[in-house]
């Protein structure tokens, strides 16, 4: 959105200054017209229309045109400067995004490189392990564990980036439904129990019932399943993770809160940026996509989603409002 009114700010930046110049070349050739009046006239040896031509009446007096002049080359001239120093903060401000851009385009790759290599390199060692009989078999079912707990984080990896790609094409959110939102919310939370409980995390979940919204189910939940691993993942098994679902008036408002690493005031206006990652984020790992898609989502479903939190090392909270489906009001 922000992108898009400085776009047209901008053009209507230039559309001012090429009106301004037309303008200025139009009154120049008007000007041109005159002065070619008045040197016809004064060769002729008429000194009447020159005069006139020139600006100065019959008593010899010059009329107001000069002072207009003055004013008019004064007032166009601060304007194109005005126009200029325009043109400077905007080409400040696209060096300035398009750096960000880059940084954040090769945190994202050293991120992505993270979040695929260590699972892999994971499963490898644990399935080699396997094979070599290095453990007893409890040991090998807790290993197999681990490992399927592995594959559920690629799985993740990969769906999320399919999912921005599919973003850059037709709308994703195509199957609308109305159900209650705290079937998806407990159905997701069982899913990560066994991974919160493995990371040491005190996980609750606390919702109401006949929390009806309309909503794509596939999207839903992978909304759900992003913000439940941002909060496992930046708690970095220490705390708790808590959701609560309630109704707020005419919305359905989630929470999941964290005890974890919190966020840098700084970042919380671009958390939710494709390949944006917080500085807290550095030694975590993730693709930067998957609080872009949560919210990406969550707006398509006519929905709000915010991130609080006081500075790092406080933990954060993301705020979910979806509205409640006509039906159930």
Known sequence: MLRHKSGVAFAFLVVLSIAQVVWWLVFQFREADRFETAAKALAAGDRGTAAAALGVDENGALDDRFHRRRFMFATEGAFLGLCALGFVVFFYAALTRERRVLQERERFLAGATHEFKTPLATIRLGLQSVLDRRFSEEKQDEYLHAMVGEVD????GVTNL????GLRGADPVRDFEVADLAADVREVFEEFEPRFAASGLDASLQVDDGLMVRRDRAAML?????LFDNAMRYSEGE????????????????????????????DLPRLFDA?????????VGGSGLGLHLVHTYVDQHGGTVEALSDGPGTGSEFVVR?????SSR
């Open 322 to 326: 979806l509205p409640i489906a006509e």
């Open 275 to 283: 390949f944006s990652r917080g500085r807290t984020a550095d030694h």
């Open 162 to 165: 399919l999912a921005a790609a």
């Open 239 to 266: 705390g708790a993770v808590r959701v609560t679902s309630t109704r707020n008036g005419s919305h359905v408002e989630l929470r999941i809160a964290d005890e974890g690493l919190g966020i840098h005031a700084d």
């Open 222 to 226: 992978l909304v759900l399943r992003n």
């Open 153 to 156: 984080r690629l799985e993740r």
